[in-house]
């Protein structure tokens, strides 16, 4: 879905994460680039250094694997990061709301376990960036959150239900 050339992009390369103009995916597993970005931050009027690393990671969904693969890259992925892109194809579907509500259903169990245990890792979450890409409906006079705030209203909870987050992990 084009992960690979938004990472390469982001790092103003144009090569680099590998790409393909097919359906087949080309990132398999955890892939991160060696060489980090370096930037600096101002907070207030302090100006902090940062290092990025980029990750690159292999899709969801594969027919060629085990789907239990798929929770285990997502996890490790959130884990290791600070800010998660989430890259999808066209319109905002049903079906990217559930894995994403499976997704925030798996962290509020680990944070809560992790709370049990007095540790406080939800503040650590990466920040979650929806990339929607060859998105081309009319969306009128709505600016890109008013179309994803009614897409997330219309999700009805029953949508939910244990049986269909256990499809989607």
């Keep these: 879905s084009g ?6 992009q982001l790092l103003q390369r ?5 790409v393909g103009g097919t359906t087949r995916a080309c990132t398999k597993g955890l892939w991160i680039w060696s060489a980090p970005l370096s930037l600096d931050f101002n907070v207030g009027e302090e100006s ?7 990750l690159d ?4 969904n ?3 694997r085990d789907p239990g693969l798929d929770s285990l890259l997502a996890t490790v992925s959130i884990f290791i990061s600070s800010i998660l892109l ?12 559930e894995e994403l509500a499976a997704l925030t259903l798996l ?7 992790n709370s049990e245990l007095g540790f406080d890792i939800k ?5 979650l960036f929806w990339v929607l890409r060859d998105f081309t409906l009319d969306l009128d006079t709505n600016t890109p959150q008013d179309y994803l705030d009614q897409c997330i209203s219309e999700v009805s909870p029953s949508a939910l239900d244990e049986a269909s987050l256990q499809e989607t992990r």
């Design 123 to 127: 503040r650590d979450f990466p920040q």
């Design 57 to 60: 990671c292999e899709g969801t």
């Design 14 to 18: 144009t090569q680099g994460f590998e």
């Design 86 to 97: 989430y890259n999808t194809v066209g319109a905002i579907e049903e079906k990217r709301l």
């Design 62 to 64: 594969s027919l060629e």
């Design 107 to 113: 962290i509020d169990r680990i944070a809560k376990k």
């Design 48 to 54: 902090l250094p940062v290092d990025m690393y980029f």
């Design 3 to 8: 992960k690979s050339f938004l990472l390469n």
